[in-house]
Nanobody, 113 residues
Framework: QVRLVESGGGLVQPGGSLRLSCAASGSIFSDMGWYRRAPGKQRELVATVGSGGNTNYQDSVKGRFTISRDNAKNTVYLQMNSLKPEDTAVYYC?????????WGQGTQVTVSS
C-alpha cells in the first residue's frame, strides 16, 4: 500500500521561506512532485522531479522554488523562497509507481503579514 506523508507547511510572512517534505512508502517511485490548490481555484502543478533528477516547474515559481528528492529515503522536498501571498494554498505531494498515481493528504501554506 502506497503512503505519502507530508510535513513542513505553516504560516509565513511575504518574502519568507518554507520547506515541504513528503516521505513515500510502499513502492518504487518514478516521477514525484508537488501540486497546490488555492481557495476557489483548481489544483495546479508546482514542480516535479524524475527518478534521475530531471525537474519541471510552473513558470510562476521558477527561480523561487526548488524541488529535490532523496531516492534512498523515498522523500521529495520543496524549498520555497521569496514566498508571495499568491502562493497561499494547500500543497499536495504526488508520486507515480507501478501501483498507480498516489496523493498525500495535503499541507496548508499561508503567506500573510
Amino acid at each position: 500500500q502506497v503512503r505519502l506523508v507530508e510535513s513542513g507547511g505553516g504560516l509565513v510572512q511575504p518574502g519568507g521561506s518554507l520547506r515541504l517534505s513528503c516521505a513515500a512508502s510502499g513502492s518504487i517511485f518514478s516521477d514525484m512532485g508537488w501540486y497546490r490548490r488555492a481557495p476557489g481555484k483548481q489544483r495546479e502543478l508546482v514542480a516535479t522531479v524524475g527518478s534521475g533528477g530531471n525537474t519541471n516547474y510552473q513558470d510562476s515559481v521558477k527561480g523561487r522554488f526548488t524541488i529535490s528528492r532523496d531516492n534512498a529515503k523515498n522523500t521529495v522536498y520543496l524549498q520555497m523562497n521569496s514566498l508571495k501571498p499568491e502562493d497561499t494554498a494547500v500543497y499536495y505531494c504526488n508520486a507515480h509507481s507501478l501501483l498507480g498515481n498516489s496523493w498525500g493528504q495535503g499541507t496548508q501554506v499561508t503567506v500573510s503579514s
